[in-house]
């Protein structure tokens, strides 16, 4: 017997896993993005989990997250995103997913709408950095992107 894909290893226990997330009141909120939401994932992709917290927590407090999320899964294959200390790019990114969990409406919101308002005055630097390097790959390697 083949075994269970990290994907459907998280269909399987969402409902255990967000009684993780609600036991532990620093959660906010949850996010699935990555392959398994933008129609990328394959029977070997992994999971990406984002998560947002009411208050800054500890290297210790993350990895023990990660072990209770392992031990529900089944698996450590999935990544686990601390969205307080994760970039610009990458908590747009985790945002445009699927919510999974959310304990505080207001609050998420307030997140997700502080980092579209962000991220859309970021996009014409994000927009100019992307095709400086396009030409500067082009110049040194002869390389189009496309």
Sequence with gaps: MRPKSPATLLRERLPQLKRL??????????????????????PHSDVDL??????????????????AVAEILGTERFDLLNLNQASLILRQRAISGRLLYERDPIRVSDFIEQTMLAYIDFVPDLRA???????????????RPG
């Design 21 to 42: 997330f609600a036991s532990d009141e620093r959660i906010l909120a949850v996010f699935l993005f990555g392959s398994q939401t933008d129609g990328y994932a394959t």
């Design 129 to 143: 950095f992307y095709r400086d390097y396009d030409a500067s790959l082009e110049e040194a390697y002869g390389l």
């Design 50 to 67: 984002a998560v947002l917290f009411a208050r800054p927590v500890s290297f210790q407090d993350e990895l023990a997250l990660h072990v």
